[in-house]
């Protein structure tokens, strides 16, 4: 079987070296563009280097090589570099990964006008665990009712910017979705209210402590019982491992947009 060719785009970043260390190890991969911005200080330099494994023949490029043209392009960046890679990736019929975050409603319509033309596969967290913890999450919600309070907690490290995390918007957008709620029935945070929560209400808080890779959990509360759910990521290699599987998973499909949930088949 021939190895799945991929870019990596944001190959300097930290999961962007994670991506390249991991494909490198797998058999049935094989990194064809390590990708930066241009004007990058480390252009030029082998991407294996980079990531501290020595070289694997890949130089850190500005621009993506077609020959062989990758089936799947990674993209771990910046919104503004996503946009860039999005363009290239609908000219070039590439299927694309987005793990950026912090795109706005633009960014995302764009996403969904590129869905028409490749396969799109765009997580806030592309970690298999939190796929499972968005669906089992969801459908617990559905089961309670509003019989049970909701809460999420978020816990990240004290530099993270975005708050509150896309990942854990995502998962309360997943129980909103599953119970018939929008937006406006989420609260995020309580500030200085000392009102007590409106019935249906689902809360949104979130924690910014030390080097935290990233925690969540669902906290459902019922008169006399209490059931939660957590994911805890230790290390930035599930991100990276979610990413490649999404991948492999991606190469081949037709046009549309995908979610992480769809790569375990439910």
């Known amino acids: 079987m021939s190895s799945l060719h991929i870019a990596i785009a944001g190959a300097t970043g930290r999961i ?19 990708l930066a911005r241009k004007n990058h200080p480390e ?4 991407a294996g280097e980079l990531a501290g494994i020595g070289a694997i023949g890949v130089k850190l490029a ?30 070039h ?9 912090g ?63 896309g990942s854990a918007l995502t998962l309360a957008d997943r129980i909103l979705e599953a ?29 910014r402590v030390g080097d935290v890779t990233g925690t969540h959990t669902v906290h459902f509360g019922g008169d006399g019982e209490r059931l939660e759910i957590t994911h805890s990521a230790t290390n930035r290699d599930v991100f990276a491992q979610g990413a490649l599987r999404a991948a492999s998973w991606l190469a081949g499909k037709g046009a549309g947009r995908y979610r992480i949930e769809d790569v375990l088949g439910v």
Request: hydrophobic share 40%; aromatic share 4%; charged share 25%.
């Open 43 to 46: 252009l030029g330099r082998d």
């Open 179 to 207: 119970t018939g709620k929008t937006r406006s029935d989420l609260d995020i945070g309580r500030g200085e209210s000392s009102d007590a929560r409106a019935v249906g209400k689902i809360a949104l808080h979130s924690v």
């Open 93 to 101: 019929r590439i299927p694309m990964v987005v793990g950026t975050t």
């Open 62 to 91: 500005d621009a993506i090589s077609l020959d062989p043209q990758p089936k799947v392009l990674i993209d771990f960046t910046n919104p503004e570099s996503f946009r860039h890679w999005l363009h290239v990736c609908v000219s």
């Open 16 to 34: 962007g070296k994670r991506l390249v260390v991991l494909a490198n190890g797998l058999p049935d991969m094989q990194v064809g563009s390590a």
């Open 103 to 165: 795109l706005s409603k633009a960014d995302l319509h764009k996403i969904d006008e590129a869905a028409l033309v490749i396969p799109i596969l765009q997580a806030t967290n592309t970690s298999m665990g939190v796929a499972v913890l968005n669906l089992v999450a969801a459908k617990m919600a559905k089961l309670l009712g509003d019989d049970f309070d909701i809460e999420i907690v978020e816990t990240h490290h004290r530099y993270k910017k975005d708050s509150p995390s």
